[in-house]
């Protein structure tokens, strides 16, 4: 199968959709498809692991040839994303079935997404619509009206992040998150929900945190961390590697996802796989795979969130009996799994029916 995988955003570029769409690709082409990815993202520095298998292309012009000679165009959708939108509906129009997953939350934005669906015509052309969560669907679904929405969640290699030995508990209590320091994100809420947080802590319990990642956002951050004194037990090191964090994940136990607008959280399933216990905000992708006081703590509110943490920190039982639950315990969310998810969305996407409406977001299951 001739896959093509349109994307605004890409590596270089650090981020979910990015991994995701590299990983789904390599995964595809390991099972023999031939897969070619198109994005406006000009090249760079090399990531740390290069796709082998795949076509890069980055000139937005040669959209139409790659449509033209695909078997299945999948688009990549974000709250901005001309050139994938574009990919699924020249590929609706002409006859190609057409894929378009939406990454984000458009939340109270989906009114104006449903204007724009009325001006593109979205709800007239067979394209099957996906989402990566629950949440994410919702309002996809409302934006259009009603139209079948296929729930395809994102996935990681279980393998590569599985702890390699039982649980250790050392006597530093190492907390880990890793995002874009973007506000979307929320990275400056995380700085005072963590100052809260060493309020909360008896001083002989010994806290490590490392805040990984780049972005726009950082120098605040770090300006935000000197003016509280919080500089020696949160440290910024930036962008790293997947080896190097998954080396991290090795010698941590607690993963904080402050996002409120996530609209699955793919670095939190990574550190669930690795082993660590998430503590994540409700109403969020991330609850679909945890499970309060199962896999991690949920919070419904940042204060709520610092009392969590401090929970994990002063509750070594809690926190062990997490830890160790999620050493033992798999995620179902392997490539394995979702890469066949997404190909039977694209054998439903050449069946679409557009005047087929659900009443609720559905499983590509």
């Known amino acids: 199968m001739r896959i093509l995988h349109a994307t605004d955003t890409y590596a270089p570029t650090i981020g979910g959709i990015e991994v995701l769409v590299r990983t789904l690709a390599e995964s595809q082409a390991a099972m023999g ?17 290069l796709p082998q298998d795949i076509e890069v292309l980055r000139d937005p012009r040669s959209l139409a040839s790659l449509v033209a000679r695909a078997d299945v165009v999948h688009g990549h959708v974000s709250a901005f994303s001309p050139l994938a939108l574009r990919a699924v ?38 394209i ?30 279980v393998d590569y992040w599985a702890p390699t030995r039982p649980a250790r508990h050392p006597k530093v209590v190492t907390m880990v998150a890793v995002m874009r320091m973007a506000g979307r994100k929320r990275p400056l809420e995380l700085v005072s929900t963590l100052h809260r947080v060493r309020a909360q ?32 037990w949160v440290h910024t090191p930036g962008d790293i590697s997947h080896r190097e964090l998954r080396h991290l994940y090795r010698r941590a136990e607690i993963f904080i996802a402050p996002a409120t607008l996530e609209s699955f959280g793919l670095a939190a399933l990574e550190a669930r796989a690795a082993g660590l216990a998430v503590v994540a905000r409700t ?46 315990t798999r995620p179902t969310l392997d490539w394995s799994y979702v890469r066949e998810l997404n190909t039977a969305a694209y054998a439903q996407a050449g069946a679409v029916d557009h005047r087929a409406t659900a009443t609720e977001p559905r499983s590509a299951a």
């Open 33 to 49: 498809h031939e897969v070619t990815v198109l994005t406006r993202t000009p090249e760079g520095h090399r990531p740390d692991h």
């Open 283 to 328: 109403a969020t992708g991330v609850t679909e795979f945890i499970a309060h006081d199962v896999d991690g703590l949920l919070a419904d509110s940042d204060t709520a969130m610092s009392e969590q943490l401090a929970r994990l920190c002063t509750d070594a039982t809690t926190r062990r009996r997490i830890v160790g639950h999620n050493h033992l």
């Open 201 to 232: 802590v008896p001083d002989d319990v010994t806290v490590d945190v490392q805040l990984v990642g780049d972005g726009p956002l950082l120098h605040a951050v770090r300006r935000g961390l000197a003016q509280r004194g919080m500089t020696d």
């Open 128 to 157: 099957q619509w996906a989402a990566v969560s629950e949440v994410a669907a919702g309002p996809v679904q409302r934006a259009l009206g009603g139209r079948d929405v296929l729930v395809i969640p994102n996935a990681v290699d």
């Open 89 to 126: 509906e020249g590929a609706a129009r002409a006859g190609i079935p057409s894929v378009a997953t939406v990454h984000s939350v458009w939340g109270g934005a989906w009114p104006l997404f449903r204007a724009t669906a009325a001006l593109r015509g979205w709800t007239s052309l067979p």
